[in-house]
C-alpha cells in the first residue's frame, strides 16, 4: 500500500571524501508509526536524518516525503512542509526565554517575520499558544527564564515544544533521551507516546528499553547499510544485529 | 520621542541596561552643541550611528563584515556629487546616498551571505577594497583630493544648513530617527527572527527559516544605515575623502563597536565618541595615533570584556 507510506527513501546514499557513510539506504515510514533508527555509533544514524532534511545533500538516492520527491529542496522548504528535524546535542536558542524560544517556531506562521517595521507586541498574540505548549511539556512555570539556566532535560523538552508549534506531520527526533537521568527518560517518553497521536515520528535512540517500548517498527543500521527491519522481537533476536552490537547492551 | 517609546522594557534592554541610558543620550545630544565644538558633536553623531548600523549586523545577527566604509564612504560622495552637478535639494542627496549604499549593500550580501564566520569579513573586505579602488580611479570622485566645498544647501529649502548650530540639529534628528529604527527593527518580529538564528542557526533553518534572506535584510538595512551617516557625515565637512572608504575605517568601526558593547543599543555610540575624542585628543602626537588607541582598546578589551555599556549594564542588573 504506497499511499500508507508518508516518507520513503531509495538507494539513499551518502559519500564524505570517498567514505560511505550511508550506502544505498531504502526506508519506507508508514503514517502514523513512531519508527525507530537503531544501530552502533557511526552507523550512519544521523547522517540518514540530515540527508532527509536536506541539510546534507545526498550523493545519490531520493527521498520521497507525501509522494513528492523532496531531494532538491531546501532545508527550510523541507521544514515547511511539516517534515521537521531535532537535533542530536540539544537544539534551543541559549539567551532567548522559555517562551520566546517557542515564539521563534509560531512567529513564522503570522506571517510578519520580515517585518522590521512592526513592534514587538504584535507577538503577543502568539503568547496564549505558547504557554498552551510550554504547559503541555510542564515548563510553563519556567516562561520567562532564559534558556541557557534550564537544566538539560528540561532543554529537551523545550526543544520538544518548540517542534511541536510547527505542527509537524512527520517528526525526526535525534537522541531524545540522551544524556537524561531515569526519571527524565520516563517524563520524555510519555510525552512523545502522547505527541504521536496523529503525527509520525522517526527517531534514533540508544535506550533500547525505550526503543521497545514506543517503536512499532525497527530500523537497523549498521555501517551505513539497513542490517535488519521488523518489531523489537523480530529484530532482537536477528543473529546479524546481535553481532553488530556486540559490546553494547543486549 | 524615544525617552518616552516603553517598548524597549521588554527583550533588548534586558540584556543591555539602562532605560535612562536613553534619557541621558537625548538630554547630551541636545545640549552638546553648547558644549563642544559643534563640528566635533556633529562627526560623532554621524559615526554613532555608522556604528549603531554596523552593531546591528555584528551585535543582533552575528555577522561580522569587514567592509563598512564602502556604504559610508560611497554615499558620502554620491550625496556631494549629486548636489554639486545636478543640484539636487539637499533632503533628495542625502537618500540618493542612502540607497546607492543599501544597492551596494544588497550586491554585497547577495555574493557574501553564503559564507559565515572569518570567510564573510574576508569577502567584505574584498568588495570594499574595490569600491575603494573604483572611488579612487573614477573621473567624478577627485582622486586624492575627493570632493571639496560643497554648500550644505538648505533643508526644505527653507532654512540654510550654512551655520554649524542648525546642521547640527539637522543631524541630530536624523542620528535620532536612525537610532530609532535600529531599536524598532531589533524588537520586530524580524529581530525576533535574528536573534535567533545568532543563537542557532541550524535551529533556525530546522523551524522552516532560510536564513540566508533574514541575513541579507539586515545586511542591507545596516549598510542603507551606514550610507544615511556617510551622507550626513559629508554634508558636516563638505567633503568627501577617502579616509571613508579606506579599510581603516572599517577597523574603526568594529573598534567602536567592541568597545562601546556589541549587542548593547547604547554601546556604539559611546563607542564612537570615545573613539573620536581620542584621536582628536591624541591627534597632535601624529602617527603615535593609532600605537596609542590599539594600546586603549586593548586595554578596554581586557578590562570591559562585555564593552563600557554591557559592563555597565551587567553592574546595574547586578546591584538590584
Ligand atoms: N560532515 C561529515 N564529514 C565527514 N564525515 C562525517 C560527517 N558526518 C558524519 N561523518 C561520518 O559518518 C559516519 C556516520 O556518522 P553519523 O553521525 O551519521 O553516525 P550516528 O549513527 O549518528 O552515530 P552516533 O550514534 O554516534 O550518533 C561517522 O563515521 C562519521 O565520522
Ligand atoms: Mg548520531
Keep these: 500500500m504506497p499511499d500508507d507510506v508518508v516518507l520513503e527513501t531509495r538507494k539513499l546514499t551518502k559519500e564524505f571524501h570517498g567514505f560511505v557513510a550511508v550506502n544505498g539506504v531504502d526506508l519506507r515510514i508508514r503514517r502514523g508509526a513512531i519508527h525507530a533508527l537503531i544501530g552502533p555509533n557511526g552507523a550512519g544514524k544521523t547522517t540518514v536524518f540530515n540527508l532527509l532534511t536536506r541539510f546534507l545533500p545526498a550523493t545519490s538516492g531520493t527521498v520521497i516525503y507525501r509522494g513528492e520527491d523532496i531531494t532538491q529542496l531546501r532545508p527550510a522548504a523541507v521544514a515547511r512542509r511539516g517534515l521537521v528535524r531535532s537535533f542530536q546535542i540539544s537544539a534551543v536558542f541559549p539567551k532567548l526565554t522559555v517562551l520566546e524560544n517557542v515564539r521563534v517556531a509560531l512567529l513564522r506562521g503570522l506571517g510578519t517575520s520580515f517585518h522590521f517595521w512592526r513592534g514587538q507586541k504584535s507577538l503577543g498574540v502568539l ?56 526519571e527524565d527518560v520516563g517524563l520524555v517518553v510519555a510525552l512523545i507516546q502522547k505527541i504521536s497521536a496523529g503525527r509520525t515520528i522517526l527517531m534514533v535512540e540508544h535506550n533500547l528499553p525505550v526503543v521497545a517500548d514506543l517503536c512499532d517498527t525497527i530500523t537497523v543500521l549498521a555501517r551505513g547499510s539497513v542490517l535488519a527491519e521488523g518489531n523489537y522481537a523480530e529484530v532482537s533476536r536477528d543473529p546479524a544485529v546481535l553481532e553488530a552490537y556486540i559490546g553494547a547492551e543486549p | 520621542m524615544i525617552a518616552t517609546e516603553p517598548a524597549f522594557v521588554p527583550a533588548g534592554s534586558r540584556r543591555s541596561g539602562i532605560p535612562w541610558g536613553y534619557a541621558v543620550m537625548v538630554a547630551v545630544g541636545l545640549a552638546a552643541p553648547f558644549l563642544v565644538y559643534p563640528v566635533f558633536a556633529m562627526n560623532v553623531l554621524c559615526l554613532a550611528l555608522f556604528a549603531s548600523a554596523f552593531n546591528l549586523l555584528l551585535g543582533y545577527s552575528g555577522l561580522l563584515s569587514f567592509g563598512h566604509a564602502a556604504f559610508l564612504g560611497a554615499a558620502g560622495y554620491v550625496t556631494l556629487e549629486t548636489i554639486r552637478r545636478w543640484g539636487l ?197 601624529g602617527s603615535w595615533v593609532a600605537v596609542l588607541t590599539g594600546c586603549v582598546f586593548i586595554i578596554c578589551v581586557l578590562a570591559f570584556r562585555r564593552g563600557i555599556v554591557g559592563e555597565l549594564g551587567a553592574l546595574v542588573r547586578r546591584s538590584f
Design chain 1, 127 to 182: 503568547d496564549g499558544r505558547a504557554l498552551e505548549l510550554l504547559a503541555a511539556v510542564d515548563l510553563d512555570a519556567y516562561a520567562h527564564t532564559i534558556t541557557v539556566e534550564l537544566p538539560y532535560g528540561r532543554k529537551r523538552a523545550l526543544e520538544l515544544a518548540t517542534t511541536l508549534a510547527l505542527e509537524p506531520e512527520v517528526l525526526l527526533l535525534d537522541e531524545p533521551t540522551a544524556g537524561m537521568g531515569r
Design chain 2, 89 to 285: 535639494p539637499v533632503e533628495l542627496a542625502i537618500l540618493v546616498g542612502t540607497v546607492v549604499a543599501a544597492l551596494l549593500g544588497m550586491l554585497f550580501g547577495v555574493l557574501a551571505i553564503r559564507r559565515s564566520g572569518i570567510y564573510f569579513a574576508m569577502i567584505t573586505l574584498g568588495f570594499a577594497q574595490v569600491v575603494y579602488f573604483l572611488v579612487l580611479q573614477m573621473p567624478w570622485t577627485g582622486g586624492e583630493d575627493g570632493l571639496q566645498g560643497v554648500a550644505r544647501g538648505k533643508l526644505l529649502g527653507i532654512v540654510s544648513l550654512q551655520g554649524n548650530l542648525a546642521m547640527y540639529y539637522f543631524v541630530y534628528a536624523v542620528f535620532l530617527a536612525g537610532f530609532w529604527i535600529i531599536h524598532r527593527t531589533i524588537h520586530s518580529p524580524f529581530g525576533h527572527v535574528l536573534r535567533a538564528i545568532r543563537e542557532n542557526e541550524p535551529r533556525a533553518i530546522s523551524l522552516g527559516y532560510d536564513v540566508d534572506r533574514y541575513k541579507l535584510l539586515a545586511f542591507v538595512i545596516s549598510a542603507a544605515l551606514s550610507g544615511l551617516a556617510g551622507s550626513m557625515k559629508a554634508l558636516v565637512f563638505q567633503s568627501a575623502t577617502l579616509t571613508d572608504v579606506h579599510w581603516h575605517r572599517s577597523g574603526a568601526v568594529v573598534l567602536m563597536t567592541l568597545l562601546g558593547g556589541m549587542g548593547t543599543p547604547m554601546g556604539p555610540s559611546v563607542g564612537a565618541l570615545l573613539v573620536t575624542a581620542l584621536e582628536n585628543y591624541l591627534a597632535s602626537y
